[in-house]
Each structure stands twice: as structure tokens, then as C-alpha cells.
């Protein structure tokens, strides 16, 4: 296993105290005793619900080859006799070695923020960069107060490249992350009614996402969406952070990074991109337009942190749309395939448009049809019933008349439905599971799209269940 961090390089850059003998290598950080491996240090990081140092024991049979923990719950793990480092406040001590990572580390560093596609272009990034160097990039959505640091301390010392993602739920929570990160590039990919539950207007959103600039290191640069509204906003809040360079990416004639030409396909993009002066042409894997919006975001870093951009292009070939943002399944009928897309993860107002314009784009065989299944749009509060509602206008101007619904807040898009669209309500993702199922015909194309929080992955899961896949991640010939 690789060397990671050292027991004295762990002591040192969290200020803790040994007790015991302690390992020289540390191979990992876990904060999980269930997907913790051996020679892994475990941090017992107390949570909301669950408190690290309940899993104490369960981690040092899991093979921990040190224990980081609070001294306030020494009393509590009894006899435990496995070797630790005591901190006063776990948290606090994985913050620390964070920062200690990054400051050991001479990797060109990229963080991401955004109201929707974050996820989808860390992993577009951590995918391409991995084709010209050594890439480290955050797990899943490890973008919060403890997926951030994690994220950090997980970094090795010989990384070319590291990615992180950065989100938010209110404005002050990306300040303190992006100081910690300190990226040479910072990217907003779009500004949307996401999280709208906690700000009064789209202009608050930007102003949060803007925090992100506050940590951009000297002489860096911010990569923003030139076709959003919020372009100026964002520019300007840059500038006064400091900020030396401000790049676009987008169509407008303006951006550094512009798109002149796209072909989008069922299960491809073909595109055509401005670098400055340089024209460059490449097939995106991963179909969709607003995958492409990602992919210039993409390109431009890439660029700015110095990669080699022929081969970053070549790469987007082989890249695939993650489990719940996209990802596209056939699923065996025995009449017949069904194609289902995956979009079960994420959803708001920008990102249920791009899902509805992506099942529109992906053709139907024989008599199939185009179904979507749609769940609720997450904290958006007091604009939640009029922001569903306007689904309605967004589902009639596609080719989509089969719609089943599921969650408290969808009944404001039942209630508006016309009837030319075949409109199916029911409470949450359990109801729904035996009426989709019995609804699919061969040939049929069906999105499922909702907030991770409602549970729709269940929905997915089910169908993978009654109708084995035969293939998954649909590449271009």
C-alpha cells in the first residue's frame, strides 16, 4: 500500500498526542468503520446523528492502524488498547491535516462550485486530467464541512492535479472551504434556484457561490458560465476579491472558451470549441447540451492549469454519465429493450430543463415512448409550489405525454398538467414502483429525475430489478 501521511507528520499537523505505539505508514483516512481498509488512520468524527467513537472498536477490528479521537471520549472507549492520536476536537484535527496536505502539496489545484453540474465536472475533470497525469479529486459528493477536509487529507504529496468540489446550502459555509482548498482555478459552472429555500433571490446564490473567489491563490484565475445571467455579477464580486484573471466559457461571443459548434446525439455530443485562437474539435461521451456547457467549463481549466489540451480533448471520448446524473441503462423486456436514464441524484429548476431537453434528444424505437418519472425539487421553501407548477410549460414543449409523478410538492405540477399529458401522481417513490413498472412498454425511453432525498434511486433500482440490463454507460461507435 502507498504511504499517505506518517504517524509524526499526523501528530505534527494536528497538534495531538501518541498514546501507544504508533505505525509508521498510514495508508488512508476513513471517518467510516464500514469502508475502512487496513493500515487506515480512523478520525471518530461526532456527527449529527452518529458519534465516530460509538465505531471505535468495529474500526480497529476493520484493520485501523491508528485511531484519531476526542480526549473528552477517552473515558468512554474503556480498555481499548489500539494506538491513538487525541485532539481535542476530531473535526478541528482533520481541518488541520487538510491544510497540511495542501501546503506539502505542488499539484495544480481546481475547485468547483456551482447551483447544478458540479458533480458531473469534478468527475469530467478528474476523468480527462487522469489522461495526461496523476489526478486526486473529491469522493462521490464530498463537498461540505467534512468532505472538503477529507478530501484534503486524502491527498497524496504526489498528485499532478487535485479537484474539488465545493457546495453550499447558505451563504458563509464555502468561505472557510475554499481558504482551505486555495485553488489556482475556481469554476461557477451556472446560477440556479437551488437551495432557493434559503436566500430571498438568485442574486443571494451568486453571492454565496462568489466565496468562492475569496480563496483562488495569487495570480489564479476564476472560470465563469458566460451565458448566465449572473456573468456580470459574478465578475465583478471576482474582481473585488482579488481576483487577477476572469475568464467565459460558453457560446457568447465574448467567452475565452467558446463553443462555435454542436451536434448533440442520442448517446453523444459532437462539438467545436475557440481557445483563444485555436479551434479545436472533440466527441463528448457523455450525452446532453448541458454536459456540454460542463465540458467547456472543462476545457478552459484545463488550459489555465497548463494540461495538454489535445489530449484532454481526445479524452472526452470515453467519458460516461455517473449512477443518478445520467447514467443510461437497456433494460431487458421480453418484447424488446427499454432505455432508462438515470438522473435520480440531483434536481432543481435548471437541472430537471436539462433531463427533460436530454430524454427529448434520445430517440424512441418501434411504438415506444417517452416517459418521465419526476419527483420533488428539494429546499426551495416558499417558491417550492410555484417552481413546480412551471414544469408544466417545460414538459409540454417536448415530446414527452407520459409523466408519473411522486412526493408532496409534485401535486402542484399534477394539479397543472393539461390533458394531453398522461399524468400519473402518487405520494412518494414506494407508490409509484408497481404502476411505472407495469406502464413500460418495449421501446420506450424512461427518465427518472428528482432530488436525492426523495428516495427516487429506489425507483431505479427496481427496474434494474424486473428488467435485467443489458448493457450500461451507452458509448458512440
Known amino acids: 500500500m502507498n504511504l499517505l501521511w506518517t504517524s509524526e507528520a499526523l501528530v505534527e499537523a494536528m497538534e495531538g498526542r501518541p498514546i501507544g505505539s504508533l505505525p509508521q505508514r498510514i495508508t488512508g483516512i476513513s471517518i467510516d468503520s464500514r469502508s475502512l481498509e487496513p493500515g487506515n488512520a480512523f478520525f471518530a468524527i461526532k456527527g449529527e446523528?452518529?458519534?465516530?467513537?460509538?465505531?471505535?472498536?468495529?474500526?480497529?477490528?476493520?484493520?485501523?492502524?491508528?485511531?484519531?479521537?476526542?480526549?473528552?471520549?477517552?473515558?468512554?472507549?474503556?480498555?481499548?488498547?489500539?494506538?491513538?492520536?487525541?485532539?481535542?476536537?476530531?473535526?478541528?484535527?482533520?481541518?488541520k491535516l487538510g491544510v497540511a496536505a495542501r501546503a506539502r502539496s505542488k499539484a495544480k489545484v481546481i475547485a468547483v462550485t456551482g447551483s447544478a453540474g458540479k458533480t458531473t465536472t469534478k468527475e469530467a475533470l478528474l476523468h480527462v486530467l487522469s489522461a495526461v497525469g496523476k489526478v486526486h479529486?473529491?469522493?462521490?459528493?464530498?463537498?461540505?464541512?467534512?468532505?472538503?477536509?477529507?478530501?484534503?487529507?486524502?491527498?497524496?504529496?504526489?498528485?499532478?492535479?487535485?479537484?474539488?468540489?465545493?457546495?453550499?446550502?447558505?451563504?458563509?459555509?464555502?468561505?472557510?472551504?475554499?481558504?482551505?482548498?486555495?485553488?489556482?482555478?475556481?469554476?461557477?459552472?451556472?446560477?440556479?434556484?437551488?437551495h432557493l429555500g434559503f436566500f430571498k433571490n438568485l442574486d443571494e446564490i451568486a453571492m454565496a457561490k462568489a466565496e468562492i473567489f475569496e480563496g483562488i491563490e495569487p495570480g489564479g484565475a476564476a472560470l465563469l458560465n458566460r451565458d448566465d445571467p449572473r456573468w456580470k455579477l459574478?465578475?465583478?464580486?471576482?474582481?473585488?476579491?482579488?481576483?487577477?484573471?476572469?475568464?467565459?466559457?460558453g457560446e457568447n461571443v465574448r467567452s475565452a472558451f467558446r463553443l462555435v459548434g454542436c451536434e448533440l446525439h442520442a448517446d453523444h455530443s459532437d462539438i467545436a470549441v475557440k481557445v483563444g485562437k485555436r479551434d479545436l474539435t472533440a466527441r463528448v461521451g457523455a450525452p446532453g447540451r448541458h454536459i456540454v456547457q460542463n465540458v467547456l467549463a472543462v476545457l478552459g481549466a484545463a488550459q489555465l492549469v497548463g494540461a495538454d489540451l489535445d489530449r484532454v480533448a481526445a479524452a472526452l471520448a470515453d467519458l460516461s454519465a455517473e449512477r443518478g446524473r445520467g447514467r443510461r441503462h437497456v433494460l431487458h423486456h421480453p418484447n424488446g429493450p427499454i432505455t432508462l436514464i438515470d438522473e435520480s441524484y440531483n434536481a432543481n429548476p435548471a437541472s430537471m430543463a436539462a433531463a427533460m431537453a436530454l430524454l427529448n434528444a434520445t430517440p424512441v424505437s418501434g411504438e415506444g415512448r417517452?416517459?418521465?418519472?419526476?419527483?420533488?425539487?428539494?429546499?426551495?421553501?416558499?417558491?417550492?409550489?410555484?417552481?413546480?407548477?412551471?414544469?408544466?410549460?417545460?414538459?409540454?414543449?417536448?415530446?414527452?405525454?407520459?409523466?408519473?409523478?411522486?412526493?408532496?410538492?409534485?401535486?402542484?405540477?399534477?394539479?397543472?398538467?393539461p390533458p394531453e399529458v398522461q399524468t400519473e401522481y402518487r405520494a412518494g417513490a414506494d407508490e409509484l414502483k408497481p404502476i411505472v413498472i407495469s406502464a413500460l412498454r418495449p421501446g420506450d425511453v424512461v427518465m427518472v429525475k428528482s432530488s436525492k432525498g426523495i428516495g427516487f434511486s429506489k425507483l431505479v433500482e427496481a427496474l434494474l430489478g424486473k428488467f435485467p440490463a443489458e448493457a450500461t454507460n451507452i458509448k458512440p461507435a
Open 49 to 95: 446523528v452518529m458519534d465516530g467513537h460509538d465505531f471505535a472498536t468495529a474500526a480497529v477490528k476493520a484493520g485501523a492502524a491508528v485511531l484519531v479521537v476526542a480526549e473528552g471520549k477517552l473515558p468512554s472507549l474503556g480498555r481499548l488498547t489500539a494506538p491513538m492520536i487525541v485532539v481535542q476536537d476530531v473535526l478541528a484535527a482533520l481541518e
Open 137 to 194: 479529486a473529491s469522493a462521490q459528493s464530498f463537498n461540505n464541512h467534512w468532505g472538503v477536509p477529507l478530501t484534503l487529507a486524502r491527498m497524496p504529496q504526489d498528485c499532478d492535479y487535485a479537484v474539488f468540489e465545493i457546495g453550499m446550502n447558505h451563504p458563509g459555509e464555502i468561505r472557510p472551504l475554499v481558504k482551505m482548498v486555495r485553488p489556482h482555478v475556481a469554476i461557477v459552472t451556472m446560477i440556479a434556484a437551488a
Open 234 to 249: 459574478l465578475g465583478k464580486m471576482a474582481k473585488d476579491a482579488g481576483v487577477e484573471h476572469v475568464f467565459g466559457f
Open 370 to 417: 417517452r416517459i418521465a418519472v419526476l419527483g420533488d425539487m428539494l429546499e426551495l421553501g416558499s417558491h417550492s409550489a410555484k417552481l413546480h407548477a412551471a414544469l408544466a410549460e417545460l414538459i409540454v414543449g417536448t415530446g414527452t405525454r407520459n409523466v408519473f409523478l411522486g412526493g408532496p410538492e409534485m401535486q402542484a405540477l399534477a394539479k397543472v398538467l
